[in-house]
């Protein structure tokens, strides 16, 4: 079993052929990470769907050489469901409170219960990517755990005592709103068709009438061909919005296939103009098969972010992970189901944060122990949300030894030097079945294999990391052996030699030693999260509301207007306590959405932001506008 040689998120299985009335049973394990959003939701999802990679008719020398890799990838949009059943067990600790659904289960899970379990049951459907969603209650506290080595001296890495530390941290004097380009690009591809789609559009008004006043941008449509809405980013106002709005009105899925490459070329062919950073979101629901190609071309630019968005089952996770990875962002996975539009506020919000810089971490064990960063990198940071780290403990860790520890995360953002202080104790974690596999170590393996692979370190190093945790990469497979002879089993199948042997350990020490200075390059994380499926269409008369702010952030008292709030304009006006009819009319409509649609607030909450900040330069004559407004709707 090995990866697919052109999609790292897609494993190759041969069997071999069995004899008449034989059985055989394969056991495969795997850990993951439960990718916690910044609102305490966790989400594990079960891939049941396969999409496509998609093959331009022009491909480069690194297309794939695979006939029947071929035959597949032509059939653009087509999903390919495995055909077999699939019974999913589940065991949750700490969990309440199960909600079940036909794509998720969802539960509660307490801190107070975690010696509790919840168990259930379920047969799967074919072509639908399962998810478990766990909202976490009181886990304020960052959480620490020490996974002791094994007995085996003879494995390098796994006789190592590794250190996870996850906490979110808050950074005091983060500037939020620095001079940004923004590049939206849009998959416009076949398979984009329907509702996928109508959630796009949806999303680009109201990121549209979300972005600064300060800012530049542009949209570029994709598939088989692209298309810039201006040649080089335009300056935000009131004409370039007008022109960008007819576009997203106008937004269909008619371009054919899905060939990313290209767009991102033409971005990154532009220079960056004065002090603006460039932040590029990319929404996509395919497939490539050039992800290498992509990513080292995303991680050689400078002052540049990509956030990812992975839209419905079967989607790339290694083309949105890995870009948003090389692009110092995050990935963000979206379901059919849920609701494209708050995710996408939430990143934008996070996208115009200062990017924090020469990030180091300084550790305080105790006496005797010191740490060694794995992966070695330290990974993106963005103010607030979950982050999680992990170390190699060297030394003698005792028993006796355990006690307080900390850790001190340093950076930069623009010209200010930025530090958080997480204290907590050293202590082993509590054993439990899985103890015996040493998932703490293999977590902290994947990581570091991850990032050999997009900054390109040499094979044998991360053959020598792979074949110590049995953890795959592109290079390793698992094959079947003997148990008597210990030789390999299937026929016709060649095991490649290295010619130059790796020793992970001894090169994670020697970085060690030799780094004079913080690295200037990070890493993103991948944020996989899932909302209620109760609310699947955003309210037609808050996009109308919305459609009709002008770029500065205010609003004007017309027919249109009144009509959206159920009132006559004569009326309105008769209501105003000021003189300035466009204050009175954004106060009421800001005072309107916090009535009417609380619950979608972190979808308008940007919308409302830059609606205050215009009315905070305005003269009231003295009247609270927003109470007055608030008045009137009640």
């Keep these: 079993m090995s990866e697919a040689d052109n999609a790292g998120d897609t494993f190759r299985l041969k069997l071999g052929n069995l004899p008449a009335k034989a059985a055989a049973r394969l056991t495969l394990r795997y850990v993951q990470e439960v990718d916690v959003s910044s609102d305490k939701i966790g989400t594990f999802m079960l891939p049941r769907a396969l999409n496509p990679r998609y093959v331009p008719k022009c491909s480069s020398q690194n297309s794939p050489s695979d006939a029947s890799f071929r035959i597949h990838t032509i059939q653009s949009g087509v999903t390919y469901c495995p055909d077999f059943t699939m019974n999913l067990n589940a065991v949750i600790a700490g969990g309440t409170r ?26 799967l459907d074919n072509g639908i990517d399962f998810s478990i ?79 600064p006043v300060n800012c530049k941008f542009t949209i570029i449509r994709f598939g088989s061909r692209f298309s810039s809405l201006f040649l080089e980013s335009s300056k935000y106002d009131e004409n370039s919005l007008k022109v960008a709005m007819q576009l997203q009105k106008n937004l269909q899925a008619d371009m054919g296939g899905t060939e990313i490459l290209k767009p991102l070329e033409n971005v990154f062919k532009n220079r960056l103009s004065g002090c603006h950073s460039r932040q590029i979101f990319l929404l996509t629901d395919g497939a490539v098969y050039n992800v290498p190609e992509l990513v080292q071309l995303v991680r ?22 890995d870009v948003a990875k090389a692009g110092n962002g995050k990935a963000t996975f979206v379901k059919d189901s849920d609701r494209l539009q708050s995710k996408v506020m939430s990143v934008l919000k996070a996208s115009i944060q200062s990017e924090i810089t020469d990030v180091t971490l300084t550790w305080s064990l105790p006496t005797g122990c010191t740490a060694i960063n794995v992966p070695e990198n330290v990974p993106a940071i963005f103010d607030g949300e979950m982050f999680i780290l992990y170390c190699i403990i060297s030394g003698n860790v005792e028993e006796s030894l355990f006690g307080k520890s900390s850790v001190v995360l340093t950076g930069h953002a623009g010209d200010k030097t930025l530090d958080y202080k997480m204290n907590f104790v050293l202590g082993s974690k509590k054993q439990t079945d899985a103890d015996n596999l ?10 570091s294999l991850t990032e050999m692979e997009i900054s390109n370190v040499k094979e044998s190093l991360m053959v020598s990391l792979s074949t110590t945790t049995n953890i795959t990469c592109k290079y390793t497979a698992f ?24 020793d992970y350990m001894a090169y994670l020490a020697k970085n060690l030693a030799m780094r004079k200075k913080p690295t200037e390059r990070f890493y993103g994380v991948e944020e996989r999260t899932q909302t209620s499926t109760s609310d699947t269409c ?97």
């Design 133 to 211: 969603v766990l909202h976490y209650k009181g886990f304020e506290q960052p959480g620490v755990v020490l996974e002791t080595g094994s007995a085996d001296k003879n494995n390098p890495f796994l006789s190592t005592d590794v250190l996870m530390v996850n906490f979110s941290p808050n950074f005091e004097n983060l500037e939020n709103q620095v001079p940004c380009e923004f590049v939206i690009i849009i998959d416009c591809s076949g398979s984009m068709m329907g509702s996928r789609m109508e959630k796009a559009k949806e999303t680009l008004l109201l990121i549209l009438k979300s972005l």
């Design 538 to 634: 955003l309210s037609s008369v808050m996009m109308q509301l919305i459609e009709i702010q002008a770029f500065d952030g205010s609003w004007q008292l017309t027919d249109n207007f009144s009509k959206i709030l159920g009132n006559t304009m004569e009326q309105l006006r008769r209501e105003s306590p000021v003189a300035d009819i466009d204050i009175w009319a954004t106060a009421l409509a800001v005072a309107f959405l916090r009535k009417n649609f609380l619950e979608q607030r972190e979808e308008w909450e940007m919308v409302e932001e830059k609606a205050l900040k215009w009315l905070s330069t305005k003269t009231n004559d003295g009247k609270d506008v927003l109470q007055e407004a608030s008045k009137i709707l009640s």
């Design 479 to 502: 094959v079947g052996v003997d148990k008597h002879s210990k030789g390999i089993v299937a026929k016709g199948f060649s095991v490649k030699k290295q010619t130059e042997k790796g």
């Design 438 to 447: 040493y998932p703490i170590h293999r977590l902290a393996a994947k990581a």
């Design 98 to 123: 199960m909600v079940d659904l036909t794509t998720k289960w969802e539960f509660d899970v307490l801190a107070e219960k975690m010696d509790e379990m919840i168990s259930s049951s379920k047969q």
């Design 300 to 321: 050689k630019q400078k002052n540049t972010r990509v956030f990812t968005f992975g839209m419905g089952d079967g989607c790339s996770t290694e083309l949105i992970r």
